[in-house]
Structures are given as structure tokens and as C-alpha cells.
């Protein structure tokens, strides 16, 4: 079972409606998690990470991490033509001196005018 | 902001040839990352360095190394490329000190072998 578990998609939504991304990860310890949004032949861009268990908005996004299912949510609202990407769950590892973080495989998201 | 400086952004190399990638951290950053992806598969770690110290090992072939230098640059050294070595190359950055050690990637720098 890979480390941190993501949906590959596609997942399809239309324009303006709410892109619902999840993620599992298999380490209970994990404290930090995150969220990385790539564009096709661009670099990881981090959109949000977060920390404690509950919500964490910022502008259209908002992350819901829940430690005891082991899940971490990223909700896109409004979502635009411009969010159509894939976008990476990412874990640092625990067993990791220099907490290097794990990827998913990513979820790719298409958002349909 | 400064961020994650990767040279050079394309390289066209030959099999059986060498590469050097080069990647200068974010400022005041004291751990660096490299990650390669292929096509359609999601970056996997291949060697991090803090304080100029190689740190964690991933999957990275025999055939590669990496280094930090004083200036805290490091460089990914390829040697006897193959034609699977053709993919994109992330070197990322991170201040240990800071909150949840957040990783900030590079450009990347694609390189093609032929």
C-alpha cells in the first residue's frame, strides 16, 4: 500500500461548481500535510498545508484534515478553467531525518466550462 | 520573493553521457531536495542534504550523485545516461526551522536523453 493514497481521476466538475479532492495517508504520526497544485511540465506549486484537525480556508480553497480516519480533503470553490490541474497530496516521512515529503500519484482535475 | 533557482531548465544529452544539474536554495534555506518525475508519474525522492550533509537517500541509481557546496548549491552529477533518465528533475528547498518544514520546489529542469 503506497504511503499516501490519492484518486487519479479525472475527476470533471463545471465551471463555478465545488472540486471535492481526498487523500489518505497510511502513517497515524503524520502532523503536517499538504497540498500541491502541478501544472502539466511545471513544478509543484504549494497551495495549502495544514496542521490541526478541522478546517483551513484560504480564498477558494479550504483543506479538512480529520487524524483519526486518516484523511486529508481539499475543497476547490468557484472553481475555473484555471484550477484544471493535477494536484498532489504530499506527507512528510516519518522516517525521514530531513522529512522529506511523500507524494500521491495526484489526482488530475478538469474543470468544463 | 526568491525562490528555487534550477539550471538549466532543458538539457539534450546522448546516451552513455553525463549531466550536471545545479540548484541554488531560497535564501537562508538549509535543506535541499532533488525529485525526479516521468512522464505521468508523480515525483519520487532521490537524495536530500542538510547543512551540506547528505541526509536521506531515495531512489536514486548508482550511477547519480549529489552534492551541497558551502553556498548551499547543490548539484545532481548523471552519469552513463540512459534513455529512462529522461525525465523532469525538481530540486525543492525547506528551512528545518521553520513551521511544518514546508518544501518549496524549483522550476525543474527537463532532460532528454537520445
Known amino acids: 500500500q503506497k504511503e499516501v493514497e490519492q484518486n487519479s481521476g479525472p475527476l470533471s466538475v463545471p465551471e463555478g461548481a465545488i472540486a471535492s479532492l481526498n487523500c489518505t495517508y497510511s502513517?497515524?504520526?503524520?502532523?503536517?500535510f499538504f497540498w500541491y497544485r502541478q501544472y502539466s511540465g511545471k513544478s509543484p506549486e504549494l497551495i495549502m498545508s495544514?496542521?490541526?484537525?478541522g478546517d483551513k480556508e484560504d480564498g477558494r480553497f479550504t483543506a479538512q484534515l480529520n487524524k483519526a480516519s486518516q484523511y486529508v480533503s481539499l475543497l476547490i470553490r468557484d472553481s475555473q478553467p484555471s484550477d484544471s490541474a493535477t494536484y498532489l497530496c504530499?506527507?512528510?516521512?516519518?522516517?525521514?531525518?530531513?522529512?522529506?515529503?511523500?507524494f500521491g500519484s495526484g489526482t488530475r482535475l478538469s474543470i468544463r466550462p | 520573493a526568491a525562490g528555487v533557482i534550477q539550471s538549466p531548465r532543458h538539457l539534450i544529452k546522448e546516451k552513455r553521457e553525463t549531466a550536471t544539474l545545479k540548484c541554488y536554495p531560497i535564501p537562508r534555506h538549509d535543506t535541499v531536495y532533488w525529485y525526479q518525475q516521468g512522464p505521468g508519474q508523480d515525483p519520487q525522492f532521490l537524495i536530500s542534504f542538510y547543512e551540506k550533509m547528505q541526509s536521506d537517500k531515495g531512489s536514486i541509481p548508482d550511477r547519480f550523485s549529489a552534492q551541497q557546496f558551502s553556498d548551499y548549491h547543490s548539484e545532481l552529477n548523471m552519469s552513463s545516461l540512459e534513455l529512462g533518465d529522461s525525465a523532469l528533475y525538481f530540486c525543492a528547498s525547506s528551512f528545518r526551522g521553520g513551521s511544518g518544514n514546508t518544501i518549496y520546489f524549483g522550476e525543474g529542469s527537463w532532460l532528454t536523453v537520445v
Open positions: 502513517d497515524r504520526g503524520s502532523q503536517s
Open positions: 495544514i496542521y490541526s484537525n
Open positions: 504530499a506527507v512528510p516521512d516519518a522516517y525521514s531525518s530531513a522529512s522529506k515529503i511523500i
